[in-house]
């Protein structure tokens, strides 16, 4: 004989914990660019560049 929890029995709880969680997966997909494009800017910003390149950086900068 399987054991129910009490919050099975409970419509009203099962469709608190689901508004709970569609708001939480709302908010995350709000964060996603967010995240993605901090990520993107880290990958750029973290490659190692020959020391006697050009810096793109810098306006005018001339060996």
């Known amino acids: 004989m399987a054991r129910v929890s009490v919050m099975d029995n ?3 709880k099962r469709s608190e914990w689901r508004a ?5 997966a709302r908010v995350a997909i709000l964060f ?6 901090l ?3 880290a ?3 973290g490659n190692e560049r020959n ?5 793109r ?3 005018g900068s001339v060996k």
């Not at 996603?32 to 494009?37: E, I, L, M, N, R």
């Open 43 to 45: 990958a750029l910003a």
């Open 32 to 37: 996603v660019p967010v995240v993605a494009s």
């Open 51 to 55: 020391p006697d390149s050009l810096d």
């Open 10 to 12: 409970n419509p009203e």
């Open 39 to 41: 990520l993107v800017i």
């Open 20 to 24: 709970i969680f569609y708001v939480q």
């Open 57 to 59: 950086t810098v306006t």
